[in-house]
């Protein structure tokens, strides 16, 4: 190898700058290599590429040498120095390392770098002579380019695929804060995300060492007053600041063959806002039910004051109607037996009429109402049909009976004329008496609430004129009042 001695200086400068960059970019490949998906702690492709790398060092190792003007060429470490021709057996070793893999994985590209690691041995080299010089620049120039080529495809995949330095970086971008210590404390790992968290509860930026965090953390949350501060069962959680409150946990976690502490804080912000807007809106539901109690029981008490309304009613014109008759037929002179056989009859069934019952006949009761005041001498005339809408014709009637009592009790009436009839979007009633006028104004005492009662049920409406003849007039829409509408 003394032939590398005739170089001029320039060319030795740039062997040895080229030999350590490409051992500097080689050593960089072997650890992508190491650090990507999968990769397994040793295989020979990786053994391979760390020969390579032992040959850069040797080849600038010998650039150096020749630099220096040793004489001889040396791989120096310190105070020990070994001939670097010996050493190049490794070469040797390579080369057939590179033949059978690029067999296995039929890779012929690399038959370039084999046969120029089985030129640069100690046999090949006594051959070459004078041409040793020429091998060494050729050998700085194609690991140059290999060691380039293999550094940009590096990067490539490392940006394509996910390796173990990606994933420590993707740790470290997390948004939950993670920190990993040893069981005396060390930490060992933490990410940016909880050294901000720590640090905003007062921590020191450079933490090295978690003995006693989780006891200060504890302890914040028990001094704090309301708000999201609290020790759960599954973690301490805190208010970081008035935007961002954490939920810190620890256990334990096996990396490698041995456990570690870990500790996380989860960023809690949006579920915190969510159970607050549940609160307020369960506090919202518990007030709505409260008034929807309290408007069920005034719902309660209508219905009952309702249904002790109607009971009234439905007392005043059953039992108005049969005292009417009773007292009309007691003031008869010349009563007749077979008429008092009839009043004692209606007068026995006062009680059963007074229940109401599921389905009322409104023209059955009309008839009946006819036939009832006929035994008393009044006649009711009735002209046009009663109303196609059942509960119509039922107030109707209720009216028609409530008027024909007033005429009998209080107009001393002979005749009540009915009049039915239909205007455009109502039914109409009117109902006149040949009894005496009515003298001064007209007190409603229970029977007229009681008729006004039943036509408001249906949407109608009750109007009266005293004048002579007494005249009762009311009026209710055809169709059927929907929920909610004026009446």
């Given at each position: 190898?003394?032939?590398?001695?005739?170089?001029?200086?320039p060319?030795i400068?740039?062997?040895?700058?080229?030999?350590y960059?490409a051992a500097?970019?080689?050593?960089?490949?072997?650890?992508?290599?190491?650090?990507?998906?999968?990769?397994r702690?040793?295989?020979?492709?990786?053994?391979?590429?760390?020969l390579?790398?032992?040959?850069?060092?040797?080849?600038?190792?010998?650039?150096n040498?020749v630099?220096s003007?040793?004489?001889?060429a040396?791989f120096?470490?310190k105070?020990f120095?070994f001939?670097?021709?010996s050493?190049l057996?490794?070469d040797?070793?390579?080369?057939?390392l590179?033949?059978?893999?690029?067999?296995?994985?039929?890779?012929?590209?690399?038959?370039?770098e084999?046969?120029l690691m089985?030129?640069?041995?100690p046999?090949?080299?006594d051959?070459?002579g004078?041409?040793?010089p020429?091998?060494?620049i050729?050998?700085?120039?194609?690991?140059?380019?290999r060691?380039?080529?293999?550094?940009?495809?590096?990067?490539?995949?490392g940006?394509?695929?996910?390796?173990?330095l990606?994933?420590?970086?993707?740790?470290?971008?997390l948004p939950?804060?993670?920190?990993?210590a040893?069981?005396?404390?060390?930490i060992l790992?933490m990410?940016?995300?909880?050294r901000?968290?720590?640090?905003?509860?007062?921590?020191?930026?450079?933490?090295?060492?978690t003995?006693g965090v989780?006891?200060?953390l504890?302890?914040?949350?028990?001094k704090?007053?309301?708000g999201?501060?609290?020790?759960?069962p599954?973690?301490?959680?805190?208010?970081?600041?008035p935007d961002e409150?954490?939920l810190?946990m620890?256990?334990?976690?096996?990396?490698?063959?041995?456990?570690y502490r870990r500790?996380?804080a989860?960023?809690?912000?949006?579920?915190?806002s969510i159970n607050?807007d549940?609160?307020?809106?369960?506090?919202?539901?518990?007030?709505?039910?409260?008034?929807l109690?309290?408007?069920v029981?005034?719902?309660?008490?209508?219905?009952?004051?309702?249904?002790i309304?109607?009971?009234?009613?439905?007392?005043?014109?059953t039992v108005?109607?049969?005292?009417?008759i009773l007292?009309?037929?007691?003031?008869d002179?010349?009563?007749?037996?077979e008429?008092?056989?009839c009043?004692v009859?209606l007068?026995?069934?006062?009680?059963?009429d007074?229940?109401?019952?599921?389905?009322?006949?409104?023209?059955?009761?009309?008839r009946?109402?006819e036939?009832?005041?006929s035994?008393?001498?009044?006649?009711?005339?009735?002209?046009?049909p009663?109303?196609c809408?059942s509960?119509?014709?039922?107030?109707?009637?209720d009216v028609?009976?409530?008027a024909?009592?007033?005429?009998?009790?209080?107009g001393?009436?002979?005749?009540v004329d009915?009049?039915l009839?239909?205007?455009?979007?109502y039914?109409?009633?009117?109902?006149?008496?040949?009894?005496?006028a009515?003298?001064?104004e007209?007190?409603?005492?229970?029977g007229?609430?009681?008729?006004?009662?039943a036509l408001?049920?249906v949407?109608?409406t009750?109007?009266i004129?005293?004048?002579?003849?007494?005249t009762?007039?009311a009026q209710?829409p055809?169709?059927?009042l929907?929920?909610?509408e004026?009446?």
């Amino acid at each position: 190898m003394g032939f590398l001695f005739e170089l001029d200086t320039p060319v030795i400068v740039a062997l040895v700058v080229s030999f350590y960059v490409a051992a500097g970019g080689q050593l960089l490949h072997v650890l992508f290599l190491s650090t990507r998906r999968g990769a397994r702690p040793f295989s020979l492709v990786k053994l391979y590429e760390v020969l390579l790398f032992v040959h850069l060092l040797l080849a600038a190792a010998t650039a150096n040498s020749v630099h220096s003007g040793y004489g001889v060429a040396l791989f120096r470490l310190k105070a020990f120095s070994f001939p670097i021709e010996s050493l190049l057996w490794i070469d040797a070793v390579a080369a057939l390392l590179g033949l059978a893999l690029a067999i296995a994985y039929r890779r012929p590209i690399m038959t370039s770098e084999i046969a120029l690691m089985a030129l640069i041995t100690p046999p090949s080299i006594d051959m070459l002579g004078h041409l040793v010089p020429y091998l060494l620049i050729g050998d700085a120039a194609f690991f140059v380019f290999r060691v380039g080529a293999a550094l940009t495809l590096d990067v490539r995949a490392g940006r394509r695929s996910v390796s173990r330095l990606s994933i420590i970086d993707s740790i470290r971008a997390l948004p939950e804060g993670v920190i990993c210590a040893d069981d005396e404390g060390r930490i060992l790992f933490m990410n940016e995300s909880m050294r901000s968290c720590l640090t905003a509860l007062g921590f020191a930026g450079d933490l090295a060492e978690t003995r006693g965090v989780w006891d200060d953390l504890e302890e914040m949350a028990n001094k704090a007053e309301g708000g999201a501060d609290a020790v759960l069962p599954e973690g301490i959680r805190l208010e970081i600041s008035p935007d961002e409150t954490r939920l810190f946990m620890r256990d334990r976690v096996r990396l490698g063959h041995k456990e570690y502490r870990r500790m996380v804080a989860f960023d809690v912000t949006e579920e915190e806002s969510i159970n607050s807007d549940i609160e307020r809106m369960n506090h919202f539901l518990d007030v709505a039910n409260t008034e929807l109690v309290a408007a069920v029981e005034n719902a309660r008490e209508v219905s009952r004051n309702e249904a002790i309304l109607r009971m009234r009613s439905r007392v005043h014109d059953t039992v108005g109607q049969r005292l009417s008759i009773l007292h009309r037929y007691l003031e008869d002179d010349d009563p007749d037996p077979e008429k008092l056989a009839c009043v004692v009859d209606l007068a026995r069934t006062v009680v059963e009429d007074l229940a109401e019952p599921d389905d009322i006949d409104a023209e059955g009761a009309l008839r009946a109402i006819e036939s009832s005041f006929s035994l008393v001498g009044i006649v009711i005339s009735v002209e046009g049909p009663l109303p196609c809408r059942s509960e119509v014709a039922i107030a109707f009637v209720d009216v028609v009976r409530e008027a024909a009592t007033n005429a009998a009790k209080h107009g001393q009436a002979h005749r009540v004329d009915v009049s039915l009839g239909e205007s455009p979007g109502y039914y109409t009633l009117s109902v006149q008496n040949d009894g005496a006028a009515a003298r001064g104004e007209v007190h409603e005492g229970t029977g007229f609430p009681s008729m006004r009662r039943a036509l408001a049920r249906v949407g109608g409406t009750l109007s009266i004129v005293s004048t002579s003849p007494f005249t009762i007039e009311a009026q209710a829409p055809c169709a059927p009042l929907h929920e909610g509408e004026d009446q």
